[in-house]
């Protein structure tokens, strides 16, 4: 996790989009003062990997979340610039983190921009156990979402446009992959496709990453996407069952 929260840096490195988090930062202390306890920028501003459509990932956690503290949130997002197109994450209470499983806080720690105080003392770092139920997960809805097109009546050419987030999260489920194998983390989608050699694994990042490039080929040829994405899934699962993980072993 990289801490930005009080060095007057540039996050993103883009005047517009770090002038915006600004704004917003300063409207979340005004708004909710000490009970604020963590706002940190993820997705592909902080990965350093936007397109022109990428909108802004930010993850806010305070003390508790009741109705009133909804309406109070939507009214800061409603009043950002140009929120209706960018304004994107999370707002979530601490009770609630803690009780999320161990893997679903992962991206509050790995590719993560801080911008306002720290989640040290309210939950701990996904370990490997939970690093790996992430892949898991992943690769199990994954595989039974795309054997539901498979085999079952659909127009593919329609279907397949519908796995755009299916494709990004092989993407997040191949991050947490090589942090399980190799403990380190690559942050971006280029980078993962230079360090991986199985042939569907580079694939399905490179359509994660080139998915509206590919619209026209997606829709010449549906079925190798969505037989891509099943044959990824089923091959992860595998890999998984003949790697067990001893949780002893720090990642």
């Not at 701990?124 to 009546?153: C, K, W």
């Not at 796995?163 to 993407?171: A, G, N, T, V």
């Not at 194998?181 to 991986?196: A, H, N, S, Y």
């Amino acid at each position: 996790m990289t801490d930005m929260s009080g060095s007057g840096d540039l996050v993103t490195g883009d005047a517009r989009v770090d002038g915006w988090l600004t704004e917003l930062v300063g409207r979340l202390r005004s708004a909710f003062g000490e009970r604020l306890a963590f706002v940190g920028l993820h997705g592909s501003w902080a990965r350093a990997e936007p397109r022109e459509e990428s909108d802004i990932d930010v993850g806010v956690v305070i003390d508790r979340v009741d109705t009133e503290d909804l309406t109070t949130f939507r009214a800061i997002i409603a009043d950002m610039p140009d929120a209706r197109r960018v304004a994107s994450g999370i707002f979530v209470s601490v009770p609630e983190l803690q009780a999320l499983r161990g893997f679903e806080p992962i991206q509050f720690f790995y590719g993560c921009n801080v911008l306002h105080g720290t989640l040290e003392g309210i939950i701990e770092r996904p370990g490997r156990v939970d690093i790996r139920e992430h892949i898991q997960v992943t690769a199990s809805a994954n595989m039974f979402h795309a054997r539901h097109y498979l085999l079952y009546p659909h127009d593919w050419s329609k279907a397949v446009h519908k796995l755009y987030y299916p494709f990004k999260q092989c993407f997040y489920a191949l991050q947490s992959w090589i942090l399980l194998c190799e403990g380190r983390f690559v942050p971006t989608k280029d980078g993962i496709i230079e360090q991986l050699t199985d042939a569907d694994d580079r694939e399905v990042v490179r359509v994660a990453r080139d998915w509206h490039e590919l619209q026209q080929d997606r829709e010449q040829q549906p079925l190798c996407y969505i037989e891509l994405l099943e044959r990824w899934s089923r091959n992860m699962l595998l890999k998984l069952r003949a790697d067990p993980v001893d949780p002893t072993r720090s990642s």
